[in-house]
């Protein structure tokens, strides 16, 4: 993702975090923990996401290798 990441475990789960105040919020809000796939524009858990990188680096995340298949940014 262009820098270190930092494993969050929550719930049994791995989240990552770039830094002590994603950390804390992966921890604490379970709406960081989940991103709206950009496809399907459903929800997906951040832990068991696909991710993907735009060309500008923006991070996005999809609930599976058949949307991101399909992302047309």
Do not use: H, W
């Not at 604490?28 to 068991?48: E, F, I, M, S, Y």
């Amino acid at each position: 993702m262009g820098s270190d990441q930092i494993p969050v475990s929550v719930d049994g789960k791995t989240y990552y975090g770039c830094c002590s105040s994603c950390k804390d919020k992966l921890m604490n809000n379970a709406a960081a923990r989940t991103a709206l796939d950009p496809v399907t524009q459903r929800p997906v858990d951040k832990a068991t996401a696909v991710i993907g990188k735009t060309s500008s680096g923006k991070v996005v995340y999809f609930e599976s290798d058949d949307t991101f298949a399909r992302y047309t940014p």
